[in-house]
């Protein structure tokens, strides 16, 4: 991490060139990782990497340049590198002095993960190892990860902000196999937030490993799933996999400047059934996706999106923000130094309503219960969603039936929003890594129970 | 210190401080990247980047441990890590490291022309693939961004069996990302390659596919589920070759997650499917002399005439099965321990034209871009994808289809493998004809 005054002058550097806005991202990262597979603690691994991202923006073009020679020349090489880079004369752009800013959100962490002996992670990781194993005989393997990493930062940028934040993550990850004749089937769990090592609560891991060793082992008997469009209700604890594809990306402001979201132009208009309500919040007490401040400075913000069914707000770099005048939102992120910021999201959620989820089966004829999701993705210019489906059964006069696996849901943003037809009073985190650009950040994503009308089920089955 | 000298003093070090055994990697390289919207510069950016990992044995007990400064004082301290994580570690027999290799596969992996070319051609050259793609079509009413990339890097590998390895490679490549609209229906369509010498990237081909891609796509229409034989062009193909990929490593066959465990020397798909992987293949993307601990590539066939000959791996899971190592432990980063993975993997083309391929299929599904491939499960080998393509009737590519999943077990996909296009093609480290399968279920209205 650098002074004010070294700040200062990479700054005045890299505005040489006739760039408008100038910032420099420093990161130090410390990260520590067990795995254990076949009954063994196979990894245990530890790093220390750092380095500096130099962004210059000229009008709507960037200039970025990063480097992990830290050195004081090295960097000023980088910023003049960027600022030749972004040149179309000099603008006369000076510097403002930096002033520290002090964070609107404070995150509690009570065990650091480098005040924890390593004997301890490793013991969390053995003991979710052999809690899955004993839970039935099919079970063929299990591995079972835990990482730790601490993040650093420091923004300085030419209009004068100067910001330090520390991320502390945790994640506790269970992948469970399970075999019987010739079929495989897979159980899985992940717990993470911006925290520290009290992510892993005593039983924690054991609840954990045995939720995804059931799952393994319920979905080898389960049928195939059926093929065709039905209504599907979504459990809470599913994990808003959904929401986050389908409308979370195409809400990110660069896509909609660009033209390229199924959301542009509609600010202000109904994109969704009065039910909804659409929440992005880096503010959230110790989720995966919350922090003090993004990766270009800016506090961490409650926005909503969606009001009522109304779209209110997307989600803003500093880039995009400039060029719409729109205030910051915080959503201005990146996976490392080796990356620019663009426009993300970090905890996302479906607001809850006033039914009761056990209500909502109930009145559900027939359809699809899906009761964990996994990954999706989506096609923000069409709005063409997919999200995988790990765990799920049917529904048959407002019971639920019996298990089915292997299948993905697929849908149309706009038109599956307008379609939720009952929200739950319930809300279920789930923790991803959201990737875009070839950026991974981590995420958490939720929902209430929800039913939506109608949605393709691509199953094998009939 | 240079790369080669550093990986040599810490794998001295490591033995100093303790360890049996001590191994390092060093990569270090050197990126650009511009991309242009309209005709205009939208980013640039330039990085580079280094740095160490290091693998330390104590006993049987093995630790890794990496940073990001290539100065002693770290160095020395990431040594120390390793040594210390390698105690919390279980032991295994089988934890070893290679020793130096006889002779290596001659490549010509680094092109200078790429160093040299000045920033202002590569401009020209993302701006050249733009505009290719708007040439190509006027439905064509705007790109998300065209752009251009190169990386430069050099990677050394030393260990104390005395094996001594560093090598120098580059690679460039160009993609872009175009919107086509008629009436008021609007899609979407890429194009994208990625090719070891400057010479050979040909922005014209890739803004035309790009445009092809999402022109096909106007006006798609829904169909009714059913289930109908299906029809990949290569760049499809190689997606559903990645689920296969896991599959083949001796690791995932070891540890029971593999659907190919026990399958050794039986019939595993279609008697015309030959598979091989080759880390010594001219002009491939990810041909490199040694692997990532340094044992040599090879060219390795793992499917001939549908049968499966051997799975891939590193000197663990070699050592564990009491064969030699087929060269493929992967290491992306140096922030991570040689894991297993493909090289070049590809199938061997059939004969057929793609009017050969099509033909007697009365009812089928030409598929030309797939959604949520990364859901697939590689262990079971469950995909269940979103698609879109174009519905074949009577052996003829008729409309387009969008919004429906296409679903099924990967194992099965590649037993019903019908005939071979003459059309091999890779997409990065993938490689394949056009497929044709027999039927899958296609989920629809």
């Not at chain 1, 937030?193 to 490993?209: D, K, Q």
């Not at chain 1, 919040?281 to 110790?286: E, F, H, K, V, W």
């Not at chain 1, 999706?376 to 489906?389: A, E, I, R």
Request: hydrophobic fraction near 35%; aromatic fraction near 6%; glycine fraction near 12%.
């Amino acid at each position: 991490m650098y002074t004010e005054g070294e700040l200062q002058e990479i700054l005045a550097i890299a505005l040489q060139g006739g760039g408008d806005y100038a910032d420099i991202f420093t990161e130090e990262k410390v990260s520590n990782s067990v795995v254990c597979e076949d009954d063994l603690i196979e990894r245990v691994n530890s790093g220390l990497e750092a380095g500096v991202g130099i962004r210059v923006l000229s009008g709507s073009s960037t200039a970025y340049t990063y480097t992990n020679d830290l050195s004081l020349p090295a960097v000023k090489k980088a910023a003049h590198v960027a600022s030749k880079a972004a040149a179309d004369g000099d603008k006369g752009v000076t510097v403002i002095d930096l002033c520290p800013r002090k964070p609107g959100t404070e995150f509690k962490i009570l065990r650091r993960p480098e005040d924890v002996p390593i004997d301890e992670k490793v013991e969390a990781v053995i003991r979710g190892n052999k809690t899955a194993r004993a839970v039935d005989e099919r079970i063929v393997q299990v591995i079972v990860s835990y990482g730790d990493v601490r993040q650093r930062i420091q923004v300085a940028n030419s209009s004068g902000a100067l910001i330090r934040d520390e991320r502390i993550r945790t994640r506790f990850v269970i992948h469970v196999v399970a075999q019987e004749g010739g079929v495989i089937q897979t159980g899985y769990e992940a717990l993470g937030g911006l925290t520290g090592f009290e992510l892993l609560t005593a039983g924690e891991p054991e609840r954990l490993a045995e939720m995804a060793a059931k799952q393994a082992v319920l979905m080898l008997g389960a049928k195939p799933a059926p093929s065709g469009r039905m209504p599907v209700v979504m459990a809470a604890e599913a994990g808003g996999t959904m929401v986050h594809e389908a409308c979370g990306h195409g809400l990110e402001a660069d896509l909609v400047q660009k033209e390229l979201s199924v959301y542009t132009d509609k600010l202000n208009k109904r994109v969704a059934a009065e039910v909804v309500t659409i929440i992005d919040d880096g503010t959230l007490a110790n989720k995966y996706g919350s922090f003090s401040f993004d990766d270009e400075g800016t506090p961490a913000g409650r926005n909503v999106l969606i009001k009522d069914g109304v779209l209110t707000s997307y989600m803003y770099d500093r880039l995009t923000a400039r060029q719409d005048g729109h205030p910051l939102t915080g959503n201005g992120r990146r996976q490392s130094y080796a990356y620019r910021p663009i426009p993300r999201m970090t905890n996302t959620y479906i607001a809850p309503g006033n039914t009761e989820p056990e209500e909502i089966i109930a009145q559900t004829e027939k359809g699809l219960l899906v009761k964990k999701m996994g990954g999706g993705q989506v096609n923000p210019t069409t709005g063409d969603f997919v999200f995988d489906v790990s765990e799920a059964y049917l529904i048959a006069h407002g019971k639920i039936t019996i298990p089915v696996r292997g299948a993905t849901l697929t849908g149309n943003g706009p038109k599956a929003l307008e379609e939720i037809e009952l929200v739950g009073s319930d809300l279920g985190f789930a923790i991803g890594t959201c990737g875009k650009e070839g950026q991974g950040v981590p995420v958490s994503d939720a929902q209430p129970t929800i039913l939506i009308k109608q949605l393709i089920v691509g199953g094998t089955g009939p | 210190m240079k790369n080669k000298e550093l990986a040599h003093w810490a794998v001295t070090r490591g033995r100093e401080q303790g360890a049996r055994q001590s191994e390092a990697y060093v990569l270090n390289h050197k990126s650009f990247s511009v991309r242009i919207r309209r005709g205009e510069v939208e980013s640039i950016e330039q990085a580079q980047e280094q740095g160490l990992g290091i693998r330390a044995l104590v006993g049987e007990q093995m630790g890794f441990a990496y940073t990001s400064f290539l100065e002693k004082g770290p160095v020395e301290e990431a040594i120390s890590r390793a040594i210390a994580n390698a105690g919390k570690t279980s032991a295994d027999r089988n934890n070893i490291l290679p020793g130096p290799p006889s002779g290596l596969p001659e490549l010509k992996l680094y092109d200078p022309t790429i160093v040299e070319t000045p920033v202002e051609e590569k401009i020209r050259l993302a701006a050249a693939i733009e505009e290719a793609a708007f040439a190509a079509d006027p439905r064509v009413i705007k790109t998300e961004r065209a752009t251009y990339g190169d990386t430069v890097y050099e990677v050394a590998i030393a260990n104390s069996r005395g094996l001594d390895v560093n090598y120098k490679g580059s690679f460039c490549g160009g993609s872009v990302w175009v919107v086509a609209k008629e009436n008021d229906d609007t899609q979407t369509g890429s194009g994208m390659d990625y090719v070891l010498n400057f010479a050979d990237l040909k922005p014209e081909s890739i803004g035309q596919e790009a445009t092809e891609e999402a022109v096909a796509m106007l006006g798609a229409k829904r169909v009714s589920s059913q289930r109908v034989p299906i029809v990949m062009p290569p760049r499809v193909a190689t997606q559903f070759l990645g689920v296969l990929a896991p599959a083949l490593s001796g690791e995932a066959v070891q540890k029971g997650r593999s659907l190919l465990a026990g399958k050794l020397g039986k019939v595993v798909a279609s008697d015309i499917v030959t598979l091989i992987d080759d880390g010594t293949l001219s002009q491939g993307l990810n041909s490199s002399p040694v692997d990532g601990e340094g044992v040599p590539t090879d060219r390795t066939v793992l499917i001939e005439g549908g049968r499966l000959q051997t799975y891939l791996h590193n000197t663990y899971t070699a050592a564990k099965d009491g064969i030699i190592s087929t060269g493929n432990a992967s290491r992306p980063s140096y922030r991570g321990t040689p894991e297993i993975g493909p090289s070049n993997l590809y199938l061997e083309s059939g004969g057929s034209s793609q009017g050969e391929l099509l033909q007697d299929i009365s009812q089928g599904f030409y598929l030309l871009e797939v959604l949520g491939m990364h859901t697939a499960n590689p262990i079971s080998g469950d995909f269940s994808v979103g698609a879109a393509g174009l519905w074949i009737e009577k052996g003829e590519l008729t409309y387009p289809v969008r919004g429906v999943a296409v679903a099924g077990n990967i194992l099965k996909l590649f037993r019903g493998v019908e005939a071979l296009g003459n059309d091999l093609r890779f997409y990065l480290g993938y490689g394949s004809p056009s497929i044709r399968f027999s039927p899958l279920t296609v989920s629809g209205e």
